[in-house]
């Protein structure tokens, strides 16, 4: 069914009303404009008033990503693949995502420290595919990455009464857990340029086989399959974002980067996404919701007026980011569609790399964002932020860390060589540092420095404060310290 874009207009008697939705009460805020509403959705809200106040936060120590010295920067020297003609290219490695147990901290695997990454051709932006790296646990030297190749043939995807993976032209960024039984389970995107940028939430057993003491190897996949692309209601589907008018409109569509959490025996996937029709789609009914302004009342109504007025109008009513969840049966199929963790409705479209995992008793959610996807006046086109939030239970509410959800900040040009993006919290064993890795160079951009593994670094985690560890940079593609450094 072709989806029209939900329109919210209430007569005035419906606005003097309480709505029953959702087991909950919509209630119409009294402003200047007899479109305003406020209703939440029961769901937690990335708002404008924690952003706005960001700049003012950022350029402090506390968030600021270290700077790291170009010369000492290496490639991978086993990023080793083959471009269109066969021929033996050294490949960009960018987004990346350990193999981890169920808890978040980093998975040993017959000794072996284990990191899925997408790589490719630096000169073929469409050569996108999961590359599994591996070194032994102690090794911490870039140099000691090793690496098995592709996870997946050109053939895997054909798998029979599968309606979207025959579809897939990329790979993209996902996780990975060693499940109770010791096997490899990997969680990705699938990506089809085919269909109009349709991503769908993967997953896969990868087998693994040691031909001897000093090497993994990929020995096919299993067990292989599409878990979920969206329903509409909570989640928007890409029919819904071409009926919408699609990139012509300006509007961008997401659903991937699933990652695998569990809680109490229950299997969970976190993914970035958009809104769905049912818990505040995007629309310009949206920038009269107060409940995606925060603060008081004269601060809904002034910024509400900027926008209304301003040129970001069309870009807030277009936003409607979420940090997803869904529950897994056992045999990690779809069991239940739940609501977003956390929505930035009128901020962002695009908030990426959910990250999620629990630490003394409480649940800590961090995402990626760009300035320049944002509609938040002093935010640019070059900041580059982690936010994080922190929730006593699994599905929230989610507050902001810090005040404002500020974790880190970065604002190099582009083309700098030691610009960093994707940064991902690798919890520890012991201790409340947890280590930030990322990637370094944007592919493509230099013949001989290619997409590397970043120096990883600290940031301690103090309650609903954090902050990046004093001279804590460590070595490319680092995911644990030593007890003594924790």
């Known amino acids: 069914m072709k989806m029209k874009r939900v329109a919210k207009h209430t007569t005035a008697a419906t606005l003097a009303a309480a709505l029953l939705v959702g087991g909950g009460y919509q209630t119409f805020a009294k402003g200047n404009d007899s479109k305003d509403f406020n209703n939440s959705y029961g769901i937690s809200h990335i708002t404008r008033d924690n952003m ?4 003012q936060q950022q350029n402090s120590d506390q968030f600021k990503v270290p700077a790291f010295d170009e010369l000492t920067i290496k490639n991978i020297a086993s990023a080793k693949g083959k471009d269109a003609s066969g021929n033996t290219i050294d490949l960009d490695v960018w987004d ?3 193999l981890q147990n169920a808890d978040g901290t980093v998975a040993t695997y017959h000794g072996y420290q284990i990191v899925f990454a997408l790589a490719g051709d630096p000169k073929d932006s469409n050569d996108t595919s999961v590359y599994l ?12 990455w090793k690496n098995a190749g592709r996870v997946f043939k050109d053939s895997d995807k054909f798998v029979p009464n599968d309606p979207h993976l025959k579809n897939q032209t990329q790979e993209w960024s996902g996780s990975a857990t060693l499940t109770k039984d010791g096997k490899v389970r990997l969680f990705y995107t699938d990506y089809s340029g085919k269909q109009y940028g349709k991503q769908t939430l993967t997953t896969a057993q990868v087998n693994m086989s040691q031909p001897n003491d000093n090497t993994l190897k990929v020995d096919g996949v299993e067990d292989y399959k599409s878990i979920f692309d969206g329903d509409g209601k909570i989640y928007q589907t890409v029919q819904q974002f071409i009926d919408e008018g699609g990139y012509d409109t300006g509007d961008n569509h997401t659903l991937r980067d699933p990652h695998y959490i569990e809680d109490n025996g229950h299997k969970y996937l976190v993914f970035e996404a958009n809104t769905g029709t049912e818990d505040g789609y995007q629309g310009e009914d949206s920038l009269y919701n107060r409940a995606y302004y925060g603060g008081n009342n004269p601060f809904f109504q002034s910024e509400k007026k900027k926008l209304l007025e301003g040129s970001n109008k069309e870009k807030a009513s277009l936003a409607n980011g979420a940090l997803g969840i ?10 239940k569609v739940m609501k977003p963790l956390i929505t930035s409705n009128t901020v962002t479209d695009e908030i990426e790399r959910a990250n999620i995992f629990k630490k003394d ?18 935010i640019g086109q070059d900041d580059v932020y982690m936010l994080g939030y922190v929730s006593n239970t699994l599905t929230g509410k989610y507050k902001p860390l810090n005040d404002t959800g500020l974790v880190l900040h970065m604002d190099l040009d582009p083309n700098d060589k030691t610009f960093t993006y994707s940064h991902f919290a690798v919890p520890q064993t012991k ?13 493509g951009f230099y013949e001989d420095n290619h997409s590397t593994f970043a120096p990883s670094f600290l940031v301690n985690i ?10 804590s940079v460590l070595e490319q593609g680092q995911l644990t310290v030593d007890e003594d450094e924790d």
């Open 52 to 55: 706005v106040k960001i700049p």
């Open 96 to 98: 990346s995502w350990p």
């Open 133 to 144: 790296f591996y070194k032994k646990a102690g090794d911490k030297s870039i140099d000691s």
């Open 326 to 335: 869904i529950e897994l049966n056992d045999d990690y199929t779809l069991k």
């Open 361 to 378: 008793g409480k649940w800590y959610l961090f995402t990626d964002s760009r300035g320049s996807k944002m509609t938040i006046d002093g």
């Open 431 to 443: 201790g409340n540092n947890v280590v930030i890795t990322s990637y370094m160079t944007n592919r």
């Open 462 to 471: 103090d309650g609903s404060k954090t902050s990046v560890v004093k001279d």
